[in-house]
């Protein structure tokens, strides 16, 4: 197993679209409230202009074992510390391109918060512990030893609207570069 959460390994295995947002393009996001790291909560449908969400299945921590023996071999599990990074050293040029970036998991506030702190992360994660939004959206995700995560997909969602999807989504390092790239591609 991999020792340093910022480095991935050679043979991670490639996710494969199952379909699982194939639905998610054009849907209109739900008045849901989601707790944010900043503190209070953010309704993504009632926010105006472009914003990234991403979403992972969950931020490790250094010295800490994972959910499952094998999560590295589990295909879109393990890479979301370096995938955070790559929105944190992309987050300038992104608000340049004209979106907001969230960051999106089923862990709780607390952890996440810790997740910020540590990775020097300029924007807010935000929780859906209670799975609110997962549910109303029907969004992809995986179970891992009975706790249900969150598959590793990023929505660009403009005044409400989920206007592009990304999914699956590897490698999940160069992610960032991807959304940018789509986002200069495609202007408000």
């Not at 909560?41 to 250094?62: D, F, K």
Request: proline share 8%; aromatic share 6%; charged share 20%.
């Amino acid at each position: 197993m991999s020792k340093n959460l910022l480095e991935l390994p050679a043979d991670l295995p490639v996710p494969e679209d199952d379909g699982a947002a194939a639905h998610l393009n054009g849907m209109r996001f739900p008045d849901i409230a989601l707790p944010s790291t900043a503190g209070g909560a953010i309704v993504l449908s009632r926010l105006s202009g472009r914003s990234v969400v991403y979403a992972y299945p969950r931020t490790g921590v250094p010295g800490e074992a994972s959910l499952d023996e094998n999560w590295e071999m589990i295909p879109g599990a393990r890479g979301c510390t370096p995938q955070s990074c790559a929105f944190r050293d992309h987050h300038g040029e992104l608000g340049d391109a004209g979106a907001r970036v969230f960051g999106l998991s089923t862990q709780d506030t607390a952890f996440q918060r810790a997740a910020v702190e540590r990775l020097h992360l300029p924007f807010q994660i935000l929780s859906d512990d209670r799975l609110e939004l997962t549910r109303a959206l029907d969004l992809p995700v995986m179970v891992v030893a009975d706790v249900t995560l969150m598959k590793r997909f990023t929505l660009v969602i403009r005044d409400g609207v989920i206007e592009h999807v990304f999914y699956p989504v590897f490698p999940p390092d160069r992610h960032a570069e991807a959304v940018l790239g789509w986002l200069r591609e495609n202007p408000a």
